[in-house]
């Protein structure tokens, strides 16, 4: 007996030590995605709205899923970087911070190196005219109506802030996340680029590996309309096409590009709705492209990694909006951080139908296009990377909608990100925090409830 006992004991340490030496050596890409979107969120919270570590962990990475309280992550001061791992031992993973281009992934032993011709932001704030009034205030002070997880709201009216709020540990200057509200100021930078004559929302045949096959089809505008075709999962359940995007490509644009039609003869090309991420990092990739080709034709604009700041945010007044990138491409499905005034300001450019002042930075037209329904979506998502109706839960999507938000658009992202868009009252108001759609909070009951007091 004592020897089956030894022997059970050594094949027990036999499995154990296997299992230890395989996870260090090969983890599975689950956990690499679990570890890899650590780094990232921790990173730029801590290098660009200068969180603490144990307080990202507690309120930006543990809610998303309860296994995520095995992650480990310290930062490098030295290196501007963040590295993450599961109990410390296993799928280990990094991102670096580059000043003014956010943070990144870094993959196997790419070095941490910061990205090259990035320049970092000169610190400033959003000032837009302040004129708070007591009701709408009295509005956004409810704890119901902004919804658990709250961070900031801002309302505007008529470009004027009329309510503002944050929550303990973030203010007027703290960067936040959008999410897929990102997505919207990507739609934004192709209609500037178009009005600089550089490319056209109807252009096809957009990148080299398409134009030999049905991709060739695919417009500009079709990527915008999440009409384009592409075989794509944005499931984040499990390793899935966005997943994969995100938090295991080096080279995120080039996975999308690879991508193959839903149907070989692309009959559905502009047809079928399928909501895809992958889409605004090929948009991205695709104004960087055609950016590059006017630049080495003699115009004089800024390089891409300045182009955003240069020739949208700085008109706007948008002093610390950050759209981040890899080495490949601009993450613009979902990586811009900017504080919650700068959210509202770019829906307050939108709702001048992209002016500033008298200077039109958007060509006439292109925002009333962006908020037109698509048709591909059943009436749900606009042509220029909007919602119509409101961000709900997926299992609540296609429900009636009040009457009263029938011409509100929508920019919206992931775990309760929103800008809302009312042209008929002149109201814009961005609402951000870490809610995740389980907990059932809906930010519509925020806008009409805004919409009512400011009759």
């Not at 890409?29 to 801590?46: D, Y």
């Not at 990138?325 to 811009?336: E, K, L, V």
């Amino acid at each position: 007996m004592k020897k089956f006992l030894l022997g059970a004991l050594a094949l027990v340490v036999f499995v154990i030590t296997g299992a230890g030496i395989f996870l260090a050596v090969a983890p599975p890409e689950r956990l690499l995605v679990a570890t890899n979107f650590a780094a990232k969120i921790v990173c730029s919270n801590t290098y660009m709205a200068g969180r603490e570590v144990d307080e990202i962990l507690a309120n930006d990475i543990v809610p998303v899923d309860p296994s995520l309280q095995l992650v480990r992550a310290e930062n490098d001061e030295a290196t501007r970087s963040t590295h993450t791992s599961m109990l410390g031992l296993f799928a280990k993973a990094r991102a670096v911070h580059t000043p003014g281009a956010g943070c990144r992934n870094v993959y196997g032993d790419a070095p941490l190196e910061p990205l090259p011709n990035a320049e970092a932001k000169q610190p400033g704030e959003a000032a837009p005219e302040t004129a708070i009034n007591a009701d709408l205030q009295s509005i956004i002070e409810k704890n119901d109506l902004v919804g658990p997880g709250m961070r900031a709201v801002v309302v505007l009216k008529d470009g004027k802030i009329v309510a503002e709020r944050y929550a303990e540990g973030f203010d007027a200057k703290t960067p936040l996340l959008g999410w897929s509200m990102t997505k919207t100021v990507t739609a934004a930078i192709i209609g500037r680029l178009e009005q600089q004559g550089v490319l056209s929302r109807t252009d096809t045949g957009l990148f080299d590996g398409w134009k030999n096959d049905e991709r060739a089809k695919i417009s500009s505008a079709d990527l915008m309309g999440m009409a384009s075709g592409l075989n794509w999962d944005e499931g984040y359940a499990a390793v899935s096409d966005v997943t994969r995007l995100l938090y295991l490509e080096p080279e995120p644009a080039n996975y999308v590009l690879d991508k193959p039609l839903d149907t070989a003869d692309g009959s559905r090309i502009g047809k079928d709705f399928t909501y895809s991420s992958g889409t605004s990092v090929a948009l991205s990739r695709y104004w960087v492209d055609k950016l590059e080709a006017s630049r080495a034709s003699g115009r004089n604009f800024a390089p891409p990694m300045q182009y955003p700041e240069v020739q949208l945010f700085e008109p706007i007044g948008m002093k610390n909006a950050v759209i981040e990138r890899t080495a490949d491409a601009f993450i613009g499905g979902s990586y811009m951080y900017a504080p919650a005034r700068e959210w509202a300001l770019f829906g307050q450019f939108l709702l001048n139908d992209g002016k500033v002042g008298v200077q039109q930075l958007l060509p006439p037209g292109y925002v009333d296009w962006m908020l037109e329904p698509h048709p591909a979506s059943d009436g749900r998502y606009a042509r220029g990377h909007m919602w119509v109706e409101p961000p709900r839960a997926r299992d609540a999507r296609g429900e009636p909608v009040d009457p009263k938000l029938a011409d509100v658009r929508w920019l919206a992202g992931h775990d309760g990100q929103s800008v809302a868009i009312v042209p008929k009252q002149g109201i814009v108001i961005a609402r951000l925090g870490q809610t995740p759609s389980k907990l059932g909070w809906r930010v519509e009951n925020l806008a009409l409830a805004v919409i009512e007091a400011a009759k």
